[in-house]
């Protein structure tokens, strides 16, 4: 009969959270020992796996290289058992093409690929679960396997969803929520600087709202990079312990 | 290769996580950091396509929700619901304590958890829910309740509490589920409650439930339990609530004996499939006024056409009741009946449930001419209830101790309604509320109970009540969430709403309305140019500034639609702060307007056309007797007479151009009544009169109308709303036509413009009433004008206005539809933002379809607002004696219009009770002759009036011929001759 509620009158969302809270986040980084990088990351219920190589010189045509820095290649695919219903084309369909093109200018914008110019690096990002914020979940799993190769950065990049129901921004929003009729944005930030390196919304939203969103979406953000930095410093943690031995 | 295989491992680890469900500190989330539990949630859905989806989600568990009671200290809130005293007294339950009711008591009882006296209750997430899901409208009326800070009504998120979160078990139902949770919340409480220390007094949960199993395992576990029924008895100082329960099904039996009146209802499948495979039909069902043992059920085929289906007999009825959806089934051609012309009522004693039906149903079976058979068909079950809480009075039973009573509806589609009180006598020549709970088959009549008194009868509190109730009109007080969205009081205009306004404070604006008027919407002002031109402004009202798009106040006026007006009272759309002082143009204060600027020459000619929101300061708001006075007064020249004159030159060049255009000017008459300033009671009738400047204002609020939707349907040719006036089929003219050719005039209805003129030409000689009852039989040929979204309709014609294209715009207070129009105006000009629905045409038309509604259902209680104050005045002037004239001929009555009073009445010639004299209808004329006597219509006669209380819920008013004489049926002149004041007849 009626649709589900998003937000309760006593302000919790469908799962349990308050309007700003963050799914749980965790983290590994290093899980392949033949890529260059990589790390898992989960959030909540969306799972994502992204793998770096690089940086290394060209492969292919040489007439895609510059002269001035790195190319980055972004390949986003989606496993056949992420979602409820079998996906019949895990990547190469319209909707992966668009999320590596996303996920490629997110990453161009991060990375400082003039220190390493007419070389390339392949960020190879794949949903192994999907429950809402695929974009995001695939842009922060990627900034850790770019940190674990190795490749600098201006800062990491960290992104989330947010939605707009009852005049209330709601941060990381889940599969429910996205397809619940909300207008979502995805937002990738580099949190240090305050830097917006992609901002996506393709719902209508009143302009008037828009500040508030993304003000919601920054601090969710931050969130985010608070995990990922602490990650990374358990990660380096226990690589030195493992090189000490 | 250690490391690697153990990286693996923690890997395998992480991945299995959800499964299983862990203790994880997330300090990221805000500044507060508490132990959240984490759950994984699956079940399995049935998809719309018909497959299986299997869905995970996650469901945290917090422990950072409070137990709202004012009594605890352990919690951490910040402000309490609970109070720390219930003052109920109950002698099952004598120490303070808070309730819980379980889904079921809510969904049934709620007319008793609405009583004031039920307080301090604890509303589980788990119940509301449930409700949300099984009921609408009982879920609106639990949240208002909620919302209600009086009524100590707490939510308790008993899903996402770490503590009273259970699993479905294995094999366990979905509804087993459920009330253990509001079981477990139910012990967590008691628990929690017991524990704290601050509460000496013994603080309590009581669990509220009507199921025999779950009130049993309750008990098991220690829990204070009761039957709903057995709380509410218990209740000392309350015992009227207890009419109010609803029967539970268990209580049904009881009533009724096991002998089967009805066939059975089929189950919603088989309904389903009979109707995809054509054996069975759906459609609305509506009762007939006349005879209760008639319906028709109206089928919608496929496109426009519908078709009428008739339903004759108890046994064919089945249990339907008005309005329902049905589905019904086709009888054998041999066995289609037509329509009985007889009237029959369910009256008299409640009829034992084994009646012979044949005795009931024999007068129905006249044989029918075979071309008079009509498809009939029969009820075989019910799609969907529209039972809604109905009016009306007790027919106390004639067993002095029997707690059993009929109840009679004051809608006479209705069946009688039993239903159990104890308090039947006091209840007697009360106007009272009933609900129906059920139909079981073996009952003669529908099952209800008692939801609340209105008041006695006949009193015009209660008449108006019930008017109100039945036309569906909203007119409870405006409700706490409504009201949070007014703006705070003292009021002011800021910096910020001054943005995107013109500051038009310095011109002489005035507003002029009938007397007593305090929700003023419209305000004029004209001056002249530099340039010789004049200016005129429309200030309308900005009452789209404070009601903003999708919050309760929007909600609630988009659902009443329309101000009501009754006599001597008024519902209002929006709260009375709003309708009567901030959005109301009174004069010599600052107000927000939405203001339509005209730049016209002394021909009225538009030469400029600005629309803005703006702030006005009306320099005085006049009467329309007032500011004629002042026209008319040469004495005077100020700014406001001077303007004002401009505008009533304007107005009448604007009025000719209109004429010639085709516009009708049509007539009904309405009436005013002078009320006695104490009591309230109505001493005078008179006909509303009008004046140069009423059309002088009528004049430029349907220019700025007409404007304005030009305007809105430019900008937005998908989404404007507009309101159209169809032109009515010829065949509606027909009687019009007849009449005016029995007194040898001519009329043309070929187009609007041949009509006016012709009714102006109009005339008889010596006859100078003739040409207003011409016009008041042509507005009876007229259509509804309607609503509609530009984007839903190819035709926009108003056909009463002569004009391509119309809108409502300067009503905002008393109209939903003009708010629209503003914000669409507003978008239009970038005065104010958009939002989706504004641009849905679905949803748009959707709004259209209920404002048309509220617009038809607020006239007809208008009118028997109307027809129940003239009851009070001629119940006080016993029995008149007046002329009139004959509107109408029908076969056995003619309908008669007394202009002095603006009534209109019906004078049969087949008295019940006496032997009818001989009529004989001629459908030409049309004529009626009545022994010797042959009536016309317009014929001059004389009647009596008085009011026929005999049913004192369908009073009414009974016309008796005086004049003609005709031997056995006029009747004699009363004795007391009224005060004779010469009506005025032309104006």
Known sequence: MAGLELLSDQGYRLDGRKASELRKVQARMGVFAQADGSAYLEQGNTKALAVVYGPHEIRGSRSRALHDRAVINCQYSMATFSTAERKRRPHGDRKSTEMSLHLKQTFEAAVMTQLYPRSQIDIYVKILQSDGGNYSVCVNAATLAVIDAGIPMRDYVCACTVGFVDETPLADLCYAEESGGVSSLALALLPRGGQIALLQMDARLHQDHLETLIEAAMTACKGVSKVLDEVVRQHLQEVSVLTGE | VTAVQQRLLEIRNLMKTSR???????????????????????????????????????????????????????????????????????????????????????????????????????????VLQEVRHRSAPIYKRLKDMIHEKEKHFYTFTNEHHRDTFIEREPGESANDRNDRAIRMAAKWYSQHLKTSESNPDGLKVVLLTNDQGN?????????????????????????????????SSDDKNEITSNKVLFPEHLPLSKIQAGIKSGSFLQGTFRASRDNYLEATVFVQGEGEDTTEVLIQGLQNLNRAVHQDVVALQLLPQNQWVAP???????????????????????????????????????????????????CGMLNVSQIKESTRHLFTPADRRIPRIRIETRQASTLAGQRIMVAIDGWP????????????????????????????????????????????????????????????????????????????????????????????????GVHIADVSHFIRPGNALDKEAANRGTTVYLCGKRIDMVPELLSSNLCSLRSNVDRLAFSCIWEMNHEAEILKTQFTKSVINSKSSMTYAEAQMRIDDTTKNDDITKSLRGLNKLAKILKRQRIQKGAL???????????????????????????????????????????????????????ALLRKHPAPPPSNYDILLKAAKSKEVEIHTDSAKALADSLDVA?????????????????????????????????????????????????????????????????????????????????????????????????YAQRASVAFHTQLFFKSRGILNEEGFVLFVRKNAIIVLIPKFGLEGTVFFDPKDKTAPSLVFDEEGPTLKVEEHTFHIFDKVKVTISLDDSNIQHQKIRMALTDPVIPGVSVPVPDTEPQTKKPRLDR
């Not at chain 2, 018909?50 to 009671?69: A, F, Q, T």
């Not at chain 2, 003669?444 to 008194?453: A, Q």
């Not at chain 2, 015009?460 to 036309?471: A, D, N, R």
């Not at chain 2, 008393?814 to 669409?824: F, G, K, Q, S, W």
Request: charge should be negative; include cysteine; hydrophobic fraction near 35%.
């Open chain 2, 20 to 126: 299983t469900s862990r203790y994880v500190t997330l300090s990221n989330i805000s500044e507060v950091s508490f132990v959240i539990m984490l759950k994984s949630k699956t079940f399995v859905k049935k998809t719309r396509s018909g497959g299986v989806m299997k869905i995970v989600r996650e469901h945290y568990l917090r422990d950072d929700i409070w137990c709202g009671s004012e009594a605890c200290t352990e919690c951490k809130q910040e402000s309490t619901v609970l109070q720390k005293d219930t003052c109920i007294e109950s002698s099952l339950c004598s120490y303070p304590h808070y309730l819980i009711p379980d889904t079921n008591v809510v969904l049934h009882q709620i007319d008793v958890l609405e009583d004031p006296v039920i307080r301090n209750v604890i509303v589980l997430q788990t």
């Open chain 2, 215 to 247: 009130k049993q395992k309750a008990e098991e576990s220690g829990l204070l339990v009761h039957k709903c029924e057995e709380y509410i008895k218990s209740l000392i100082a309350n015992p009227e609530l207890v009419d109010r329960l609803a029967l």
């Open chain 2, 340 to 390: 009985s012309s007889v009237v029959l009522q369910d009256e008299g004693a409640a009829k034992d449930d084994n009646v012979e039906e044949e005795e009931e149903e024999k007068v129905l079976r006249i044989s029918a001419a075979e071309a008079a058979r009509k498809p009939t068909g029969k009820i075989v079950g019910i799609i969907k209830r529209n039972w809604r809480p109905f």
């Open chain 2, 441 to 536: 088959k073996d009952s003669r009549y529908p099952n209800g109970h008692f939801v609340r008194s209105l008041g006695s009868a006949g009193e015009k509190e209660t008449e108006q009540e019930v008017l109100l109730l039945e036309h569906d009109v909203p007119h409870q007080a405006f409700s706490q969430a409504v009201l949070s969205f007014l703006p705070k009081m003292p009021w002011a205009i800021t910096p910020e709403d001054m943005v995107k306004r013109q500051d038009l404070r310095q011109l002489t604006v005035c507003s002029v309305d009938p007397p007593g008027c305090t929700d003023i919407d419209d305000a004029l002002h004209c001056r002249e140019l530099e340039n010789g031109n004049l200016e005129v």
């Open chain 2, 665 to 719: 000017t049509l007539s009904s008459l309405e009436v005013r009544f002078h009320m006695d300033s104490e009591t309230h009671d109505p001493i005078d009738l008179q006909t509303k009169e009008l004046m140069e400047t009423n059309s002088m204002v009528e004049e430029f609020m349907l220019l700025a109308n007409i404007s304005v939707a030009q305007k809105i349907y430019d900008e937005f040719s998908e989404c």
């Open chain 2, 763 to 859: 005339r008889v000689d010596g006859f100078p009433y003739f040409n207003t009852l011409l016009r008041i039989l042509a507005t009876r040929c007229m259509m509804q004008a309607v609503y509609f979204c530009s984007g839903m309709d190819s035709d926009f014609h108003h056909y009463g206005l002569a004009s391509p294209i119309y809108t409502h715009f300067t009503s905002p207070i008393r109209r939903y539809a003009d708010i629209i129009v503003h914000r669409l105006l507003a978008v239009a000009i970038g005065a104010d933002g958009t939002y989706p629905d504004l641009m849905d045409k679905h949803k748009q038309s959707a709004l259209c379809n209920n404002l048309n509604y509220r617009h038809k259902m607020a006239q």
